[in-house]
């Protein structure tokens, strides 16, 4: 039978320093974009499985800021945190044009941002994160990897219907019959908050992790990395600014900051 259970683990309830190498689960793959969700994921993917692999994709985005940041983000980690350089293995990116090619989507077409008759903002591209992890699933398998690791979250988003927790079991009860394989999908960010998404960084890698999500991720939607704010990069105004930025805020205030 499927292992249809999804990991959305509470930073406070994490261990930075297990590694979750016994049984099944030895090696991860992490959906990764250079952002500040997915370089937190990473990063507690780094501190619990024995081999990590890293994955972007590159779909004809609006601005290939965060692709052009991945690298170096990866190789900080990996500097940085000597504990976890070892367990850091390749990165591979997929391209996927056929979302550009669908178009109507502000990610991949020059419109301004807007929300859509059905109450979406036109920031989601449909079927984006489906096709994510189909192909991570695939990866995975040839990689012999058997967890796939998502920053999706239903807390702190935008209304998007593939971040769901709901659709991360969907996908993976799918990629196990499809494959014939036991994988798991984890969302460790699915029940948290922006605050608590920075204070999971705090947690797994203190200030220096904090500072280096901070300082070297890129999350803005408009691509904007000219300004470096309290909270990062970015334009300060789109829907992924202000999320990251109230974030921080928050964040902060419970520190007493």
């Not at 850091?88 to 997929?94: K, M, P, S, Y």
């Not at 695939?138 to 709901?166: F, K, M, N, Q, W």
Request: proline share 3%.
């Amino acid at each position: 039978m499927a292992n249809t259970s999804i990991s959305s683990a509470n930073a406070a309830t994490q261990t930075p320093t297990h590694v979750a190498g016994s049984g099944h689960h030895k090696g991860a793959l992490v959906l990764f974009s250079g952002g500040q969700d997915s370089t937190t994921c990473l990063a507690q993917a780094l501190s619990m499985f024995e081999r990590v692999e890293t994955l972007g994709f590159d779909y004809g985005q609006r601005h290939s800021v965060e692709m052009e940041v991945r690298s170096g983000v990866r190789e900080q980690l990996a500097r940085r945190f000597p504990q976890w350089g070892p367990r850091l293995g390749e990165d591979h990116v997929l391209s996927l044009d056929v979302l550009k090619q669908i178009g109507g989507s502000s990610l991949t077409d020059d419109v301004a941002f807007a929300m859509q008759a059905d109450g979406l903002p036109n920031t989601f591209v449909p079927g984006r994160n489906l096709l994510f992890l189909t192909l991570a699933g695939a990866l995975a398998y040839r990689r012999g990897l058997t967890v796939i690791v998502t920053g999706v979250c239903e807390t702190d988003y935008s209304g998007y219907p593939d971040c769901r927790d709901d659709t991360m079991k969907a996908q993976q009860l799918a990629l196990n019959l499809g494959l014939e394989r036991r994988m798991r999908i984890d969302t460790p960010l699915m029940w948290l908050d922006k605050a608590q998404t920075w204070q999971l960084a705090h947690d797994l890698g203190s200030s220096e992790l904090v500072e280096l999500i901070r300082t070297e991720t890129h999350t803005c939607y408009q691509g904007t990395r000219d300004v470096l704010h309290d909270w990062g990069y970015g334009c300060g105004s789109c829907p992924a600014c202000d999320l990251r930025a109230s974030g921080w805020k928050n964040w902060r205030a419970s520190q007493g900051a």
